[in-house]
């Protein structure tokens, strides 16, 4: 029974091995720029930084195929060079001999491509997927819309302007009305009655 066990191990992770290689067909190339990002606090890839990217990869296939219980031994990665660039296919939960398929692979990645940048400390340009173009950041929303508030602000303004010239007419209509008063009244005034 041992023997078999030990024999089903080496045989899942012999086919893990040839399903990651260059080319794959559910396969991705990354790339990582750490030193032209990071410059002298760049840090060494290694195999802690493997962990951390195939831990951060089975989060964000959970995240995306929701009830897969996606852990680390499912991320195989393969042909890894000293300028930092690697493959790698992600592998079912329940079966290590087939990959997920590309377009959820994508999907995952695209909806954690934030968390992937702030995890390593680099950027869209210096962390590559690919084949996998990096998403837009969302539009910025607003509750009130811009031109609605510059719309107010100028209606505003203008009903100010029509108070205040309808409000100076009305005074100086009151002071020629006052003046022409006191003018008749001084006229009068002035004459003696025979």
């Keep these: 029974m041992l023997g078999k066990i030990f024999l089903l ?19 991705y190339k990354v790339r990582l720029s750490i030193q032209s990002a990071l ?9 802690k ?6 831990s951060t990869l089975a989060y964000a296939m ?6 897969h219980h996606f852990e680390e031994s499912n991320i195989q990665m393969c042909e890894e060079t000293l300028r930092v660039s690697f493959w790698f296919v992600v592998t079912w939960p329940d079966n290590n001999s087939t990959t997920v398929e590309r377009g959820e692979v994508e999907k995952a990645l695209r909806r954690s491509r934030a ?8 950027t869209d340009q210096t962390l590559e997927f690919v084949g996998i173009p990096p998403t837009l950041p969302t539009p910025v929303t607003y509750g009130t819309e811009p031109w609605l508030i ?34 008749d ?8 009655q025979v």
């Design 115 to 122: 968390r992937f940048n702030s995890v390593f400390m680099l």
């Design 185 to 192: 009244g001084q006229d009068a005034g002035g004459f003696t």
């Design 39 to 47: 410059g002298k606090d760049a840090y060494v890839w290694n195999e």
């Design 150 to 183: 510059v719309f107010a602000v100028l209606m505003s303004l203008i009903c100010v302007f029509i108070l205040l010239l309808t409000l100076v007419s009305i005074r100086k209509k009151m002071n020629q009305k006052s003046a022409l008063l006191e003018h």
């Design 9 to 27: 191990l080496c045989l899942s992770s012999a086919l893990a091995e040839q399903l990651c290689k260059s080319d794959a067909p559910n396969g």
């Design 62 to 67: 959970r995240q995306q195929l929701d009830g």
């Design 49 to 54: 930084e493997n962990f951390l990217f195939r």
